[in-house]
Nanobody, 119 residues
Framework: QVQLVESGGGSVQAGGSLRLSCVVS????????MGWFRQAPGKEREAVAF???YYAESVKGRFTISRDNAQNILYLQMNSLKPEDTAMYYC?????????????????WGQGTQVTVSL
């Protein structure tokens, strides 16, 4: 079993930055794919960033995913935040070494951390 705990969300003004962290514990395999997803009210869950450097078009150039395998932490650095980035952000882990954008391919999920960006 794998446990994921996110932190780092909050409320910022447009143009601001946040760094999300996801602490991984349990029987996690560092070779397996991990990613960040988000879900806004009334919208479907969508991939934000996953694997080494796969990004949604809407966040390319603004968000950076990174992984510290020694500390078992997954990060998402978010810069130049926009109001449309407002959502609940989730860390997810797959049981597959291959990375996919479909959230159904991920088995383990954190509880989420809220990001709110205001004008």
């Amino acid at each position: 079993q794998v446990q994921l705990v996110e932190s780092g969300g909050g409320s910022v003004q447009a143009g601001g930055s946040l760094r999300l962290s996801c602490v991984v514990s349990g029987s996690a395999d560092s070779r397996n794919c991990m990613g960040w997803f988000r879900q806004a009210p009334g919208k479907e869950r969508e991939a934000v960033a996953f694997g080494r450097d796969y990004y949604a078009e809407s966040v390319k150039g603004r968000f950076t995913i990174s992984r510290d395998n020694a500390q078992n932490i997954l990060y998402l650095q978010m810069n130049s935040l926009k109001p449309e980035d407002t959502a609940m952000y989730y860390c997810a882990a797959s049981r597959n070494v291959f990375c996919y954008s479909d959230w159904h391919d991920y088995t383990y999920w954190g509880q989420g951390t809220q990001v709110t960006v205001s004008l």
